[in-house]
């Protein structure tokens, strides 16, 4: 047994009103990115990963003081409104330790991995049952403490993003403060639709025929 065996990184995600920056599953002592699911959203207290929340709204990036940024959602199918207010889970079936978060989004036939290196975090969706795999990305939207005022997506090539969205200046940090992206994926974006709200969507098999199983990775 090693001494990073005994750490549970779900201590304290049950209290009712956790805090944005305390927890942090998928990251690397003193990493760029601190990785995680969030199950609640907007706000400083309360929101981020809580153990109790029925719902996984997200997969995110930033979960550090003041700052946050760049929403991750997997989908299969047509994006509807109910996949928007996020995937039922089970805690049986979640394993969390340092540096890794798996998760299995039941209504979505999806399982959902993170994990990160010092600067780079790492996705890996499963998709089950033969659906066609799609990733949602809404850089507009409010993540803990702060507000988003700005965004740029660029498409590099069909495996590549990159772009930036600017952090709103908050009561605690009072200047805008951009954070800077690059996504990389192993399969090819054939369809990009931009939403009214400068969402993006992205979808990857273009093959009519679903496979039985897929696997996207960014």
Known sequence: MQPYDYVDPL?????????????????????MVQLSPDTDTDGTWGVGYRYNSPRIKCFSHIHSWQLSGIPVLPFAGKWSDEIKEGYTYSHDTEIAKPGYHKIELD???????????KRVGMHKYTFLDGVMPSIYIDLKKPLGPS?????RVNRISEYRLSGYVINSPTMR?????????????????YETMIGEDDSLTLSFNRSKKPLSKQQCVL
Not at 147 to 151: A, K, L, R, S, T
């Open 11 to 31: 201590i304290n995600t049950a209290k009712p009103k956790p805090r944005w920056v305390f927890f942090q599953s998928a990251s690397r002592p003193f990493g």
């Open 107 to 117: 209504n979505g036939n999806i399982i959902a991995e993170l994990t990160a290196s």
């Open 173 to 189: 940090r009072h200047k805008l403060c951009t954070i800077y992206f690059c996504i990389d994926f192993n399969q090819n974006i």
């Open 147 to 151: 507000e988003m005022g700005g965004m």
